[in-house]
Each structure stands twice: as C-alpha cells, then as structure tokens.
C-alpha cells in the first residue's frame, strides 16, 4: 500500500524564523512530489512541486527531494503568520496523489 | 474564469437519503478527482476518472456513486449505504499528477 508519512505536529515557530516540514513516502513508483497549504475550511492549493533530487526554490520557499531516502522536504524562510496552516505533502504515480495526514504549521507573532 | 465549481458548499444529508455533490470543471482537464476528508486527517481517494465513460474506484469507494458522462462533470452521489458520510468533499482535475481542487463540500447528516 502506498503510504505518504509526515509529522502531524502541531508545529509553531515565530515570525521570522524558518519553519521545516517533513514528508517520508513508501512508494518508489513515485516520480513527482507536491506541497499543498489548506487553511482551516478551505480547499488545498498547490504550492510547490518537485521531481528530480536536489533543492527546488520558489521565493520562500524550498522543496527539497531525495529519492534515495525516500524523504521530501519543504523549508519556509522568513515565516509569516498568514503562512499557519495545515501543509499536505503528496505524491504522485501514474495520475494520482497520495497524500499524507498533513503537518500544522503556527506561526507566532 | 477557469477553475473547478463544486456545489453546495454545505449540504445535509438525513439518515437514508441518497444526496449528489456537484463538481464541474473547465480546465479541459482529461482527469478527475473525488476525495474526502475528516477533522485532523488528509485526503482519501474516493473515485477517479481519468477519461469520459469510464471511472476507477479509490481506496473508500464502498457506499458512493459516480458519473462521468461529459469532460466537464464528475457528480459523486453519497448513497444511504455510507454509514458514517458527514466529511468535507473534495472534487480535483488534473492533467499530470497536479491537481487542482474546488472549494469542497461539506456534508453533514443531521
């Protein structure tokens, strides 16, 4: 069974700070990564995808991804209080995404 | 405006009624997505459909519905055999393996 694991928390960090969410996957079918920010009754958007080994940055944030682990990564510089949230990893084979049971990130003012 | 419509936004179900969430998309994504989730927990597949007439049962398939008769729509029906349906619903397309959701569904039976 294909199982997506990350650390349920809760999370908090103050402002400012960097904030590292983890994610471990069982499948190594798995060939593309997803991170996805849900806010308290909304939906998931997409923040980040990864789909090859290394370090992918977009603003604030990095994914990270090692296959070889079976370990994604995502780090958010700088944090913000509007970045508390609850953040999905997923990944993905043959179009679907499984997805872990997310991480709640706090960030404190 | 593209997106993924998914209605009601709320929605309550009495014991042993059939209910339908509506999920419409125009993305002219080939692929779509019914997931549903409880408090604290993540997304779980429900039913997928990666091509018009034909659709794919997820991982809790047992006691729902689904249609795929045009590109655009993936109505999932909650049947009175689902015992314990109050979650918020989830409708995503895709064309890879991003998906991109609507606003959900949140059902409750009363």
């Known amino acids: 069974q294909k199982e997506v694991e990350q650390n349920s928390g809760p999370l908090s960090v103050p402002e400012g700070a960097i904030a590292s969410l983890n994610c471990t996957y069982s499948?190594?079918?798995?060939?593309?990564f997803f991170w996805y920010r849900q806010y308290s009754g909304k939906s998931p958007e997409l923040i980040m995808f990864?789909?090859?080994?290394g370090d992918k940055e977009d603003g604030r944030f990095t994914a990270q991804l090692n296959k070889a682990s079976q370990y994604v990564s995502l780090l958010i510089r700088d944090s913000q209080p509007s970045d508390s949230a609850t953040y999905l990893c997923?990944?993905?084979?043959?179009?679907?995404?499984?997805f872990g049971s997310g991480t709640q990130l706090t960030v404190l003012p | 405006d593209g997106g993924i419509t998914q209605s009601p936004k709320y929605l309550f179900r009495k014991e042993g009624q059939n209910v339908t969430l509506s999920c419409e998309q125009n993305?002219?994504?080939?692929?779509m997505y019914w997931y549903r989730q409880d408090p604290g927990q993540g997304l779980r597949l429900i039913y997928y459909?990666?091509?018009?007439?034909?659709?794919q049962k997820g991982d809790i398939a047992e006691g729902y519905s689904v249609s795929r008769e045009k590109k655009e729509s993936f109505p999932l029906t909650v049947t009175s055999a689902q015992k314990n349906p109050t979650a918020f619903y989830l409708c995503?397309?895709?064309?890879?393996?991003?998906?991109?959701f609507g606003q959900g569904t949140r059902l409750t039976v009363v």
């Open positions: 995503a397309s895709s064309i890879t393996e991003e998906a991109f």
């Open positions: 499948d190594r079918g798995s060939q593309s």
């Open positions: 990864i789909y090859s080994n």
């Open positions: 997923a990944g993905g084979a043959a179009r679907q995404l499984t």
């Open positions: 993305l002219n994504h080939d692929a």
């Open positions: 459909s990666q091509i018009v007439n034909d659709f």
